[in-house]
């Protein structure tokens, strides 16, 4: 059962409800809905003295990170999940380089290249986009929820002992960006290692997922409460090249990409994110498939997503 994320009228955080009490307070015309995936309300009235107070858990990661939003006082679960973080940056990274490259040897406007164009402290592309993608769940989260605390699983790897460790040193590059930015934010930081996540997970008899190691994070040696989905979150590109050569449509059919939408396909219920739109069908992102083939005459429209793709 997923709880609703409820804000006042002045936009501040509420504790969570029972999906039950949104359902009432909607019918009584007390609330509106503001944004369907995950579902949130918002009262048409303040709330002098909101309480509750909740820590996020982070299991960071060079693919995937476990995310978890738990209660303080009941160490209820309120939100977990899983981000999938993108692999494409060095790739566009050194593609842009190559266009640049390239069309200062035509006769064409171009910009000058760049005499001093290095950092010392500058963190990689592809490094600084992963740590970003955790902070925009953080930024987030803190709009439907009051964050007060967050909990990272940090690695600490020898390198010049073990050879296997290239993906440890994506996790570890940018632990000190991402600590400096959560700071920022106003939020208390605390820090855990692996093997220790490791051990807090199993003694809450809690299966291998990035998420649990989350949960485990936060609540260590206290038996949670799960009232969460699993959910899967994709980070959506900030800026987008409209003049793309392999994107023939925008939009068809009402429908434009990362659209949440809901489905029926064989009798049976889907939603998920639109990935393509093709002459015959869309392709969605689900949380078994990532191109699962849907028709336009059985698919709905639920929510628009801004920034963050949120499905289950």
């Known amino acids: ?25 909607l019918r009584e015309g007390k609330a509106k809905v503001i944004q369907v995936v995950p ?38 679960v309120a939100f977990k999940g899983q981000i999938n973080l993108r ?5 566009k990274m050194v593609q842009r380089s190559q266009y640049r490259r390239s069309r200062r040897s035509r006769n064409l406007r171009n910009r000058k290249p760049r005499f001093k164009n290095r950092i010392s402290s500058k963190l990689a592309p592809s490094i600084r986009c992963r740590k970003d993608s955790i902070l925009r769940f953080i930024k987030d989260m803190m709009k439907r929820i009051n964050i007060i605390k967050t909990i990272v699983e940090e690695v600490k790897f020898n390198h010049s002992k073990f050879s296997y460790g290239k993906f440890f040193s994506l996790v570890e590059v940018g632990k000190t960006y991402l600590k400096e930015q959560i700071l920022k934010l106003g939020l208390l930081y605390d820090s855990a290692y692996g093997y220790m996540t490791k051990e807090w997970r199993i003694g809450l008899d809690l299966s291998k997922k990035h998420s649990n190691d989350a ?3 936060v609540c260590r040696q206290i038996i949670p409460i799960i009232n969460s989905l699993e959910w899967i979150i994709k980070p959506r590109r900030s800026k987008i090249w409209k003049n793309h050569h392999s994107r023939t449509c925008f939009e068809k059919n009402g429908f434009k990409h990362y659209d949440i939408v809901k489905s029926e396909r064989k009798d049976n219920i889907y939603i998920g994110s639109i990935r393509s ?3 015959r069908g869309i392709t969605l992102r689900t949380k078994f498939d990532n191109n699962f083939e849907v028709s336009y005459n059985k698919t709905k429209l639920i929510q628009r997503p801004n920034g963050l793709v949120y499905t289950f």
């Not at 997923?2 to 307070?25: E, N, Y």
């Not at 909740?54 to 693919?63: E, L, P, S």
């Open 1 to 25: 059962m997923q709880k609703t994320f409820v804000i006042d009228k002045a936009g501040r955080p509420c504790l969570p409800c029972h999906p039950a009490r949104s359902r009432k307070l």
């Open 215 to 217: 949960i485990a994070l």
């Open 87 to 91: 692999q494409d940056v060095r790739r």
């Open 277 to 279: 739109l093709k002459a």
């Open 39 to 76: 579902f949130t309300i918002q009262l048409n009235y303040e709330i002098k003295n909101p309480t509750g107070s909740f820590t996020v858990g982070v299991d960071d990661g060079a693919k995937h990170v476990g995310v978890s939003v738990v209660n303080n006082k009941t160490n209820e």
